[in-house]
């Protein structure tokens, strides 16, 4: 079993560089951040052991960039609620509170080789079912058919579409089925980030660059390096940003703030908006020649009233996931509910679904989920 342990503390990453040295059924191999480990992990690794403070990228960001390539355990000397759920989320299976004896870390090891010795007995799923769609319909077959094709290139992605049609799951397919799928992913939302904040984000910036740039720190650009960058909610970057997004995608380089060096960079981007930028174009708000760069190939996703086929299908597999999650036994719609569901307009599309089935497994009182479990009638 090859092991990849990822710790910034020297004398922590020694002392279990040695312990379990006297483990020959382990390969060990050792970074001391997230970059180096970026670079170094392939194919060849079973398992990832990281710290979650780390600078530069702290360990959650990291699990994030291997978007479950690999088995995680975190190891952190300074555990909160929300990063121990935060790496539940991320389908983290261990979390190991420092300071540990060793025998709690080969424990640990040992129940993930045994986890992946039984997922490597069972025969593999479909790609539908590994895709990330919960449903299928006749308009979203029509659409992965494309995306397909569009998966082979390094071609710019534009996804157009309302919020929560499932755009981020997109993003996700088309990385994961292109030559770039052993790479990072990373997924940025623009609208997310302090506008003052979004450049040091994307490039990266050398220490002293400004007041609290206390250490250097590479940008989602370099990280994601030979994989794939999501700019999700991409007509929120800001326009004097938006020129350096061109000239990084034009030069394929970036140059971090504060410093005259320019860095090489093999990316693909994919980006996404629920705004209409021929519209940002002409009101001086977005740049046309940075619009056509990012829409090579532009992707228009149905909202989900244009998709009745999926909505039961989406629906019930939800449901059984939440009942799975909860530890409820298997619910089902009543013939009242499945009519509603089926009625509904959905503005908030499949995000919306989901959130409502979601609410209906844990306040209903009996097996079968009710019309007035839904709470649809307070949404019209």
Known sequence: MKIAIVEDDINMRKSLEIAMGDYKEFHIKTFKNAKDAIKGLDDSFDLVITDINMPGMDGIEFVKTLNGRYEVIIMTGNATLGSAIESIHLGVKDFLLK?????????????EDKVQKVQKSVPKTSKKKASGFLGKSP?????????????????SILLLGQSGVGKEVFSTYIHKNSPRAKKPFIA??????????IESELFGFEKGAFTDASEAKAGQF??????TLFLDEIGEMPYGVQA??????QEKEVRRLGSSKSI????????????KLTDKIKNGEFREDLYYRLNT?????PPLCERKDEILQIAEATCQQNCEKYGFDIKTFSPEATATLLEYDWPGNIRELISVVERSVILSETQEIQKDELFLETRK
């Open 188 to 197: 940025i939302n623009m609208a997310a980030i302090p506008e003052n904040l």
């Open 264 to 275: 090489k960079i093999d990316i693909r981007v994919i980006s996404a908006t629920n705004a």
């Open 222 to 227: 370099e990280l994601a390096n030979g994989g």
């Open 99 to 111: 300071p540990f004896d060793v025998d709690a870390l080969i424990g640990a090891i040992k129940r």
């Open 244 to 249: 350096k997004l061109l000239r990084a995608l």
């Open 297 to 301: 190939i532009p992707l228009h996703i």
């Open 139 to 155: 308009a979203l077959t029509k659409l992965l058919s494309i995306v397909d094709k569009a998966c082979k290139t390094d071609a």
